[in-house]
């Protein structure tokens, strides 16, 4: 376990954000996972991000399949409606969730093995749908909660904690999500909450299915030396191309980075995504570009990070259905029900 | 049978070649002469040039069950003549396309030939191969309408209400019927000895399938979200949902739409947006066959456990695996009532016939929300996709959706704490919230061990304490399924002796309704208990319990029906004897009255 259980003392000095909120409002149970553990800091980035975003943690819904990562959606916003579904699942059940109700923040936390294999033609329709779904892949190479076996992300060359190298090439789901044409793909590492907070923020605000990739090494089973996804093998590999921030609408906007060194993206509400160049000449815009890079990276050893890809106008299930902008599980019967008369008038046509 | 008003025929075609439509037309002119008429459609999983048959029966006496004997055959499929040939009743008549000359080899003893020059008739009269084509159905019907005395003035009106906005096809068509019309006129002595009058047992009634019946319950019973994966028989309910949303629940002016329905990438994603849309608060719905049932059954499970309302129409076919997708079947009983692995067991709505779709689905829809649980309406390919003379369907505008237990967040507030798995009364039903209702009322759904509180455990007490809820819950719902439908013999029958029990589900109603008279005339006293769901109510093992010898008539090989019966009742096999028929056609009535009568007479069966 990583952390005790602690008090719900609530210091008067703690800072509150526009909702009135502290940070602790927006933490859930106490995590069960090793101690160590990327995800837990994934965990905390979001605890971060939803809070600094104003989230009324009720008006969140949590969603996860089965696995390690999944678990993780118990260890925030307990204030939340969450649902652990089955394994490899969890994006048809988002699916039918914001179908009903569109007027919920939708994150969805997976692994993966629960992306990857037993859930892989999931995540891709889901991507294809244009679900608006922050979704978050918490990337181990491993399972975790089986003791140890490669997942579908290992890369060709890793080891297992005993030694056995994987043979079989890696599902890169930054690649697979911008074939798909997921207008929103980013990868991050579980221990860089600097470039992770921003991403998840801007993924929040994305009017579509946000991907984000985060390595998070699994300290129990993919540590080691031998692993491509340990935290010492991501720290000297990981090569961020864009860092960014993200600038909710409602705060006042602020030039962070001198002109000519950021490029500014206006999200469908407004906010601002400001991506710093730190790579001459990347174009978070460009769908192919973005897929040449990461295939640069991999060549060279490296792990390109950052928000890859942006399509800032989104892609997203309702707006394709033209489904009414009342949530459905809102709208009264009486307007549901076609009634007696339509009825009458309707079995003339079957005689 | 076979006499005025008494008969039935069949079509043999190749299909993808528009035969269709004339057989509509065919049947719904009956219906408009007051004349109770059922068709049913004997298709290939085939989009086009393999047989396909349509076969229409003429009952004054209201009987819907596919006809045991064929007293007029069109056989217009070359491929087919010898079976077609081998279908007509003693005494019969068979009407070929004459353009070819038939086999010697295929002429039968004991028939009337009748042959007609369809084909040559319509490279005459029309150009264009598909014209031609789709003329000569027209023709045919033409004929029939003179063989049969059906009443041209019915036929011409329906034909201008199909085409009355294309007067160039509405000439054609009219030409070919009166073509096809004239030429049996002056060729055979018309009509035949079976044909038609004019009655009046069709009013009040309508020609409706099962699944846009079906489809009409979910639009009028306030479904928002459908999901599915495409799949024979069940593809017409979701496209008959779409259209009707398409009319009366899209705003006029905007073009927005009150229903999303999600075309999913398999039956598991199917089911697991249905489950995600009945947890976040909508009705919400799949339509599938044994197939997608199969794919479905983790999911099904989740829903159980984690106590969501969902709603699952299985328009079966005949299993297993692909099976025969356009062939009916009742064989998914027992893979739909124990569904999932672990403890389950699941609601049942058997319709017998479109009407009862259209209420089993609106009341599929309130069960599902009042017991928090997957409901399965098992529709089959007879009911869905065959059009059967029924009721016409009445809407009461003072219906009020039955929402179940969910809580507002007024009423989250006024208790101490909200517990998601507590039931506070004897339904063994524990109320619920849905997403966003506020932070008091959140909770954590999940499919591991949960205690009443929905917290994850692994105490055998408090994981105990929650299924054991979930079976009282259950069995609770066997009052509140739509009650069987009992017939009892009447002593002014004039039957003796003690009654036999005939027990019956869904599509083989029809047949059975039919054979139960017929054995009646021939002086045997029969009880008819159709069930209508599931969990049995308690009058279900009442029944079996009262009589001596019970047949329970179902449409698989292993009697499903009988074993869930004898599980759930505890009622001893050896008294239940199986009708089984699994051929994948319709139920006929002489099925059951022959069984019946064979084990009377010890014939074995």
């Known amino acids: ?351 | 049978m076979s006499g005025i008003n008494d008969f039935a025929f069949r079509i043999g075609t190749v299909n993808g070649t528009g035969s269709a439509s004339a057989n509509t037309l065919l049947m719904q002119s009956i219906f408009r002469m007051g004349v109770p008429v059922t068709g049913k459609n004997i298709f290939p999983s085939n989009i086009q040039g393999l047989p396909t048959w349509y076969e229409i029966r003429v009952s004054k006496d209201g009987y819907t069950a596919r006809p045991e004997s064929l007293d007029l055959v069109v056989a217009l499929n070359p491929g087919t003549y010898a079976r077609d040939v081998a279908k007509v009743r003693p005494g019969g008549y068979l009407l070929y396309d004459s353009t070819w000359p038939m086999e010697r080899t295929l002429s039968r003893d004991g028939i009337d030939v009748l042959g007609i020059p369809f084909g040559e008739m319509c490279a005459e009269a029309f150009t264009g191969d598909r014209e031609r084509t789709l003329l000569r159905n027209i023709a045919y019907a033409g004929s029939l309408a003179a063989l049969f005395a059906i009443d041209m003035d019915v036929i011409s009106e329906m034909l201008k209400e199909q085409y009355g906005r294309k007067p160039k096809l509405l000439d054609s068509n009219f030409r070919a019927l009166h073509m096809g019309y004239d030429y049996a006129r002056e060729h055979f002595s018309s009509p035949l000895p079976f044909h038609l009058e004019r009655m009046d047992a069709t009013g009040g009634h309508v020609l409706l399938d099962g699944n846009t019946a079906s489809a009409l319950g979910c639009v009028w019973g306030g479904a928002t979200v459908g999901a599915w994966y495409p799949i024979t028989p069940a593809t017409s309910l979701m496209e008959a949902f779409k259209g009707y949303c398409g009319r009366y629940r899209t705003d006029k002016s905007t073009g927005e739409k009150a229903y999303c329905i999600v075309q999913a990438e398999d039956e598991l994603a199917a089911a697991g947006m249905v489950i995600g849309a009945g947890w976040a608060g909508a009705r919400a719905f799949t339509s599938t066959s044994g197939p997608g049932i199969s794919l479905m059954q983790e999911f099904i499970g989740l829903a159980y456990y984690t106590e969501i309302p969902a709603v699952f129409f299985d328009v079966q076919r005949a299993g297993p695996a692909t099976g025969m997708p356009t062939r009916t079947q009742q064989s998914d009983l027992l893979s739909i009532a124990y569904a999932s692995h672990g403890d389950t067991k699941h609601i049942m709505l058997f319709p017998a016939d479109p009407g009862e779709c259209f209420t089993m689905a609106m009341q599929a829809l309130d069960l599902a929300e009042r017991f928090q649980t997957p409901v399965f309406v098992v529709s089959d390919l007879d009911i869905g996709m065959n059009d059967w003379m029924i009721e016409r369907p009445r809407w009461d505008d003072r219906f009020v959706p039955d929402r179940g237990k969910v809580l507002t967040a007024a009423d989250v507030e006024k208790l101490p704490r909200f517990s998601r798995y507590l039931a506070t009364n004897g339904d063994g039903v524990a109320a619920r919230t849905l997403p966003g209702v506020g932070a008091k009322g959140a909770y954590f759904t999940r499919g591991s061990g949960h205690d009443r509180h929905a917290a994850y455990t692994e105490d055998a007490a408090a994981y105990q304490e929650v299924v054991d809820r979930l079976k009282r819950k259950i069995d609770a719902a066997a009052d509140h399924v739509p009650a069987p439908i009992l017939r009892i013999a009447s002593d002014a029958d004039g039957s003796v002796g003690p009654s036999i029990g005939i027990v019956a589900i869904g599509g083989c109603n029809a047949a059975v309704v039919e054979a139960v008279d017929r054995l009646r005339d021939r002086g045997m006293r029969c009880d008819y208990l159709r069930i209508r769901g599931f969990p049995f109510p308690s009058s279900v093992t009442d029944f079996l319990e009262e009589h001596e010898t019970v047949f329970v008539v179902e449409q698989n090989r292993d009697g499903q029906l009988r074993s869930l019966l004898a599980l759930e009742t505890g009622i001893a096999r050896d008294r239940l004897f199986s009708i089984l028929d699994y051929g994948g056609e319709p139920l006929t009535a002489g099925v059951v009255v022959a069984a019946v009568s064979q084990h009377f007479a010890g014939v074995p069966a």
């Open chain 1, 1 to 351: 376990m990583t952390s005790i259980a602690k008090p719900p003392v609530r210091h008067p000095g703690l800072q509150k954000n526009a909702l009135g909120l502290t940070r602790r409002d927006y933490e859930g149970a106490m995590s069960t996972l090793c101690a160590g553990c990327g995800h837990d800091s994934v965990t905390s980035a979001l605890i971060t991000a939803f809070w600094e975003m104003d989230i009324p943690p009720h008006r969140a819904a949590k969603m996860s399949g089965i696995g390690c990562s999944s678990k993780t959606t118990a260890y925030f916003m307990r204030q939340s409606h969450g649902f652990n579904a089955v394994h490899g699942r969890m994006p048809s059940v988002a699916t039918g969730a914001n179908a009903a109700n569109r007027s919920l923040t939708y994150v969805g936390i997976s692994g993966d093995g629960d992306s990857l294999s037993i859930g892989l033609g999931q995540l891709c329709h889901a991507i294809r749908r244009g679900l608006r779904l922050l979704y978050v892949l918490e990337n181990n190479g491993v399972y975790g909660l089986t003791k140890g076996q490669f997942s579908a992300s290992a890369d060709v060359g890793s080891t297992a904690k005993r030694g056995e190298p994987n043979l079989q090439p890696p599902i890169d789901p930054v690649l697979l999500a911008l074939s798909l044409g997921a207008t929103f793909v980013a990868r991050s590492f579980s221990g860089d909450k600097d470039e992770l907070i921003p991403i998840l923020k801007a993924g929040l605000a994305h009017n579509g299915f946000a991907l984000v990739d985060v390595i998070s090494p699994c300290v129990s089973f993919n540590d080691h030396e031998g692993s491509t996804k340990s935290y010492r093998y991501t720290r000297e590999h990981a090569e961020e191309v864009a860092p960014v921030d993200f600038i909710p609408l409602r705060r006042e906007i602020t030039a962070q980075s001198a002109e000519g060194t950021a490029m500014s993206v206006t999200m469908h509400d407004g906010s601002t995504v400001r991506f710093r160049r730190v790579k001459e000449g990347y174009d978070p815009t460009d769908r192919d570009a973005a897929y040449a890079y990461v295939r640069h990276a991999q060549e060279r050893g490296e792990i390109a990070t950052g928000l890859l890809y942006l399509d800032e106008r989104g892609f997203e299930m309702h707006a394709s259905n033209r489904t009414v902008s009342t949530p459905l599980v809102d709208v009264p019967f009486a307007s549901l029900c076609p009634g007696r008369a339509a009825l009458d008038e309707l079995m003339e046509e079957f005689r």
